[in-house]
């Protein structure tokens, strides 16, 4: 993937610390979250796997999540964890952009699918009657493969248009992993046509889905509130609510981070918005939903004590 035009053949990630004393504490931290958010993702997908209650559409979306969420934290802290242990920090040209494309392609499926799940909570609680035949398992399968094409070529589409401008030096990344905006400062070629095409593609991938999402969201607000029964309207919104908790945590880490592109130059505060991005969320994600669940709660006893799933 490398131009000839560029003589750079390899970066320098810097990492989230200098200091020497802090690194064995980091490692042990992000291990832990690792192994937490990898082990939790693994779980919640084996009981809806495994329990026929949650044989549903808002259940095969978010065991899609779950499989996202592991993408997305392998892609960037297992590397992350090698630099902390290791005193070469280097990465080749085409690891570098290899972990970019990876993490942009599982970042906007992650986007997508989000929208995909608010809309499934919409039918399902605007459009009850007609759910089962909206919400068929052929048109799940329709959802998540429009998420992954269209994911794909934005993906595709910044690698491609980073990979053929210029990088002379220097070469250090001041972060844990490559990213588009870290590496806009390295090239010493225009990046306009770069961050016109990063705009765009965080509007079309962030923006957009989200103002999809607050729409359907407005629909079952005002469904809910036409409910006569309070126990009825706390039901049915108990059913959104681990959602809308997933959006306000990937959206608000996310479009900070890609949204704000009047200064290329990394600091700190780029690190741990990256934490948040590429730590954090995956990590909530089972538990949030989980915590206020008795299915999957009932699942996951199964799942660990291998009982047989209820019928």
């Known amino acids: 993937m490398q131009p000839n035009s560029t003589s750079v053949t390899e970066f320098i990630l810097l990492g989230l610390t200098e200091h020497q004393e802090l690194k064995p504490i980091l490692f042990t931290i992000f291990l832990l979250a690792y192994v ?22 808002m259940y095969f979306f978010l065991g899609n999540l779950s ?37 942009h392609l599982l970042a906007c499926v992650d986007c997508h699918l989000l929208t995909a799940m608010a809309y499934d909570r919409f039918l399902a609680i ?5 759910y089962p035949t909206q919400m068929s398992r052929g048109i799940q399968g329709s959802l998540i493969g429009i998420c992954w094409t269209i ?34 400062g390295l090239s010493c070629s225009s ?22 999402i607050s729409i359907s969201y407005a629909h079952v607000a005002a469904a809910v509130l036409r409910i006569h029964s309070a126990e009825g309207r706390k039901k049915a919104f108990s ?36 934490i948040l991005n590429t730590v954090l969320s995956p990590m909530l994600n089972p538990l949030i939903y989980s915590l206020r669940n008795p299915d999957v709660q009932g699942a996951l006893r199964r799942v660990f004590m291998g009982q047989r799933p209820m019928e």
Do not use: W
């Open 36 to 57: 937490a958010t990898v082990g939790g993702n693994l779980s919640l997908l084996a009981a809806i796997l495994v329990e026929p209650k949650l044989h549903t559409p």
């Open 67 to 103: 499989f996202l969420d592991i993408g997305c934290i392998t892609v960037t802290v297992p590397p992350m964890l090698e630099q902390l242990l290791s005193q070469d920090h280097s990465v080749s040209f085409a690891s570098c952009f290899s972990q970019l494309f990876f993490f």
């Open 126 to 130: 605007c459009r009850p009657l007609t």
């Open 151 to 184: 994911s794909f070529c934005n993906a595709l589409t910044h690698t491609v248009a980073l990979s053929v401008i210029n990088f002379c030096g220097p070469n250090l990344i001041n972060h844990f992993f490559c990213d588009v905006p870290q590496l806009f």
């Open 191 to 212: 990046t306009s046509l770069n961050e016109r095409l990063l705009f765009v593609g965080a509007a079309f991938m962030g923006v957009v889905p989200l103002v999809l």
């Open 239 to 274: 059913t959104c609510s681990s959602h809308l908790a997933i959006v306000g945590i990937f959206y608000g880490t996310g479009l900070f981070s890609y949204m704000c592109l009047d200064s290329v130059e990394t600091s700190d505060k780029d690190k741990g918005i990256g």
